[in-house]
Nanobody, 114 residues
């Protein structure tokens, strides 16, 4: 069993930056992949960014060039650095990891004001 806990969300003005963290209760080295998703009320959860065990990353077109996913295996933590934030980035952001089953965090709210 692995617990994932997100932090770092908050209110920021458009054009600003935030860094989300996802701390795992156990080693994330064997989680493959790990991802960030986001969800707004009334819509399905959207995949934002993915990082594999080997460090390969992929991004949704809407965030490419603005967001960076990374992880620190020694700290059992994954990050999402978000720059040039837009109001449409407002959502609850969830971290996810796959190791034999899906693991999800509880989510952290990101609100971008115009």
């Amino acid at each position: 069993q692995v617990q994932l806990v997100e932090s770092g969300g908050g209110l920021v003005q458009a054009g600003g930056s935030l860094r989300l963290s996802c701390a795992a209760s156990r080693s994330i080295f064997e989680m493959n992949p790990m991802d960030w998703y986001r969800q707004v009320p009334g819509k399905s959860r959207e995949l934002v960014a993915t990082i594999t065990n080997g460090g390969t990353t992929n991004y949704a077109a809407s965030v490419k060039g603005r967001f960076t996913i990374s992880k620190d295996n020694a700290k059992n933590t994954m990050y999402l650095t978000m720059n040039s934030l837009k109001p449409e980035d407002t959502a609850v952001y969830y971290c996810h990891g796959l190791r034999f089953r899906d693991y999800w965090g509880q989510g952290t709210q990101v609100t971008v004001s115009s």
